[in-house]
């Protein structure tokens, strides 16, 4: 019973931590880049940080938490709050961090209603609504340049199950050792006759 309650536990971890990826860590770390990175190399761009953003989402979210799984955020994030999780990878819970999210995004894409007015445009498919990623943030300069509806299904459903495959990549990678057998080359003793 108490090994049940631990991997609901660390699943719980991983689902939230993928979610916290996923809606806060990406935006903030595009934050942190546009406050600093062009006043430190003295560039300067017209692209304002949600257009960025937009622009960047895949890469923005699948990154950070490609890491997250790798390096096994959810073993640090008890430290703070108790006790640290001990062999946590002997159980593949950050490997399934990837359901919750994907559910939400299948049952989204099944409630998902093309528009039918002819003031609305062209109908697009539930794919295309979710994963054709809106390029530009609406500002209250322009809010009929974007849909905003579209725009937070995007953040709260696309992003966070991109970020649970990729979490759930990086543990993979972790557990079988990819970037190690990648990028440690041993050198093999050859074994050459006298």
């Not at 406050?35 to 190399?41: F, G, H």
């Not at 937070?152 to 990678?173: E, H, K, M, N």
Request: net charge positive; hydrophobic share 50%; charged share 15%.
């Amino acid at each position: 019973m108490a090994s049940l309650l631990a991997g609901i536990g660390t699943f719980a971890v991983d689902t939230l931590i993928v979610y916290i990826l996923a809606l806060r860590v990406s935006g903030t770390l595009v934050s942190f880049w546009f406050a600093w990175v062009p006043r430190l190399l003295q560039i300067w761009t017209i692209v304002r940080p949600g257009d960025w953003y937009m622009q960047h989402l895949e890469l923005m979210t699948i990154v950070p938490a490609l890491m997250a799984g790798y390096i096994d955020v959810g073993r640090i994030v008890p430290a703070f709050l108790g006790g640290l999780i001990k062999e946590r990878r002997t159980n593949s819970a950050a490997m399934l961090a990837w359901m919750i999210p994907t559910s939400v995004l299948i049952y989204k894409m099944l409630q998902y209603r093309s528009p039918t007015s002819v003031l609305a445009g062209n109908s697009m498919s539930a794919f295309r609504y979710f994963f054709d990623i809106q390029r530009t943030m609406p500002t209250f300069a322009q809010l009929l340049a974007g849909d905003p509806v579209r725009l937070a299904q995007q953040l709260t459903v696309t992003a966070p199950f991109y970020a649970g495959i990729a979490y759930s990549l990086g543990a993979l990678f972790h557990r079988y050792g990819i970037l190690t057998k990648l990028f440690i080359f041993e050198r093999l003793e050859e074994n050459i006759p006298d």
